[in-house]
């Protein structure tokens, strides 16, 4: 089965706030993670992503966060717009091609 | 420089018909993937193609589906005499070789969405 999974599947906030969307994962041996979005419509659009070597990065209004001692990652978004309305999903690969995405998490920002 | 290209983007069949969706990588990937989705649910991975070499497709089912990427041309996704439970979202991604061990990013397509009647 899926080794990836979400806290919460519907995440609603306030524009100018910020998001943050958590993510489980259950393989240990999972090296590299990798956060995407997806608007209705459309494929999974890369966002950022984090190897197991470091447990933080940042990108242009996002941040990935990545604890190996509880198998936890979140992706934040900073001052959340209206065109960050979409599902996001966190992706993991143990080194090899397959990468596993959990089920998703859809974020609502309200005007 | 063009992303993955996928078509079409809309595929309507009747049961017991075939079903051919196609992807392009994107320029300088040799690397192909094909994975499903059914509404509101993440993607699952469906078979791993590099140039004219089935790598891994251990998501797809037995029966019915094939892939193939030739040495010239989209990679293809074939379903033959579909039925309605073939009904989804088809998504390609295309990236790099892997390189060092670790996977390369995949980029993903927009999608062929089937609807099986």
């Known amino acids: 089965g899926e080794s990836v999974g979400l806290h919460l599947p519907t995440l609603s906030v306030q524009e100018g706030d910020n998001s943050i969307i958590n993510c489980a994962y259950s393989n240990s041996a999972s090296d590299y993670f990798i956060w995407y979005k997806q608007e209705s419509g459309k494929g999974p659009q890369f966002i950022i992503d984090?190897?197991?070597?470091?447990d933080k990065r940042q990108g242009q209004r996002v941040t990935v966060l990545l604890n190996k001692t509880v198998k936890h990652l979140s992706l934040q978004i900073a001052a959340t717009q209206p065109g960050d309305s979409a599902v996001y999903f966190c992706a993991e690969n143990t080194g090899g091609f397959k990468t596993i995405f959990g089920a998703g998490t859809r974020l609502f920002v309200k005007a | 420089n063009a992303g993955v290209m996928q078509n079409p983007r809309h595929l309507v069949r009747r049961r017991g018909q075939e079903a051919r969706l196609r992807c392009s990588p994107m320029?300088?990937?040799?690397?192909v993937y094909w994975y499903r989705q059914l509404p509101e649910e993440g993607l699952k991975f469906m078979v791993y193609?590099?140039?004219?070499?089935?790598?891994?497709e251990s998501g797809m089912p037995k029966e019915r589906f094939s892939a193939e990427f030739p040495k010239e041309g989209p990679s293809i996704l074939r379903i033959q005499q579909v039925v309605r439970g073939d009904s989804a979202a088809y998504f390609c991604?295309?990236?790099?070789?892997?390189?060092?061990?670790?996977?390369?990013?995949?980029?993903f397509g927009p999608g062929t969405r089937l609807l099986v009647l």
């Open positions: 320029k300088g990937h040799s690397h």
């Open positions: 193609l590099q140039k004219e070499n089935i790598i891994d």
């Open positions: 991604a295309s990236s790099l070789p892997l390189a060092g061990g670790y996977q390369e990013t995949q980029y």
């Open positions: 984090i190897r197991s070597n470091m």
